[in-house]
């Protein structure tokens, strides 16, 4: 397909949008942060059960050779910064997580996936960059009650124009990363896998849609 030919951003983003939605949908609700007495301890769980998860995305998106990526890869390694301090301002301690995550062979599939399929990957990131929108909506309704904790991990990374900005820039390097259908139905599963190995880990499924 020739660069005039190329796919539009809606035509990019749709898709991603349509497939992930009720799983995003059912995800935020259920969350035990999301509820109106949620606390510390409860912010703590969040991030020992989401850090596994996390850094393999992490390690499913250091592509040679793709500068987006990449870039997503970075920030994602600033982020699990973030919320290794979060932890240790909470009181929590890493030692069982990194346990965990060291004998955890369930994202061993996904991790196989993107580095075989570029734009599966790319359906990650797309996961990835949109929670950061969600962190601006929970650090707002949590911040006030869990003060003075600084709720690093829901603070913007690399986004001096704000998320909102960085989304649009990542939209735009997505939709010239997905050139033709075929990739973005490979984006569209990467997506939909990111969803449904997050939500095992707050003990949710797919299945519970």
Known sequence: MNAAARLSVAEVLRPLRDATQALHEALDSRLPIARENASLADYA???????PWLDAMRQALAVPGDPGLDRVARRTDRRLAAL????????????????????????????????RERAFAWGLAYVLEGSQL????????????LAPHPMRYFRPVDAPDGVPAQWKDFVAQLATALRDPAAVGAARRGAVAGFETLMPRFGLTPACL
């Open 84 to 115: 290794a301090l979060d932890l240790e301002d909470a009181g929590a301690t890493l030692a069982g997580e990194r346990r965990a995550a060291a004998g955890d062979a369930s994202l061993a599939p996904l991790l196989a996936e993107a580095a």
């Open 45 to 51: 769980a969040h991030l020992c059960a989401l850090r």
């Open 134 to 145: 969600g962190g601006m909506a929970m650090l707002r309704r949590l911040g006030p009650r």
